[in-house]
């Protein structure tokens, strides 16, 4: 049985209304590319054109200053068990709804190193998206659980600076990042150090 089929025709209120297509071709794309390769993936080169900084350089950051990362993330059972299996991580509590439910909370715990990670990974725009290097992760801990479902949220304070000695173009960050849930409960901190490249090097900062 054929169905009825809705009429395409516009309605008398839209007759003189330009439609979206033809908007879209009163503004005809250019045949010129910008792209240049081997330059494109510079960080000045992208700054240049107006897009979103990604990461800061040392002069850039505060000693006091908190950067509040954005956006936070909801933490699903995908995420726990896809990051468990691709690590190797069979411990019931974090795999098997029948074994946690019979731990001292009552069902499954993210896996900690997933917290982390994501932590840390929330935070790569504010803090180490120009890092040369990350040299260290300091007093990682866990107060609370994390639960399936939470929605983590995740800040960060600039503890100190310090330009290299013996290298002009660079210095080590000290920074303090924080991630709490959506009662605001911390469920996770930890430090970390970070090797920043300077904008000028060679520059006091």
Same mark, same amino acid.
Do not use: E, K, W
């Given at each position: 049985m054929l169905l009825p089929v809705a009429s395409c025709t516009p309605t008398p209120d839209r007759l003189d209304a330009p439609s979206e297509v033809e908007a879209a071709d009163s503004a005809p794309m250019s045949d010129e590319s910008t792209f240049k390769p081997g330059t494109d993936d510079l960080p000045e080169v992208r700054h240049a054109s107006g897009a979103h900084q990604y990461g800061r350089y040392f002069e850039e950051f505060e000693e006091g200053a908190v950067y509040k990362h954005w956006p936070a993330k909801t933490v699903t059972e995908g995420d726990d068990h896809l990051f468990c299996l691709l690590t190797m991580n069979h411990?019931?509590?974090?795999?098997?709804?029948? =074994?946690?439910?019979?731990?001292?909370? !009552?069902?499954? $715990?993210?896996?900690?190193? =997933?917290?982390?990670?994501?932590?840390? !990974?929330?935070? $790569?725009s504010d803090i180490s998206g120009l890092a040369i290097a990350n040299l260290a992760t300091d007093e990682l801990s866990h107060p609370n659980p994390v639960f399936h479902g939470d929605t983590l949220f995740v800040e960060t304070e600039v503890l100190s600076k310090k330009a290299s000695r013996t290298k002009p173009d660079r210095g080590v960050v000290i920074v303090h990042t924080r991630v709490h849930n959506q009662d605001g409960v911390l469920v996770a901190e930890f430090k970390r150090r970070v090797l920043v490249p300077k904008k000028q090097p060679g520059a006091e900062a």
């Open positions: 411990h019931p509590l974090h795999i098997n709804d029948v =074994y946690a439910s019979r731990s001292q909370q !009552g069902r499954n $715990v993210v896996v900690g190193p =997933y917290v982390y990670s994501l932590a840390l !990974g929330i935070s $790569v």
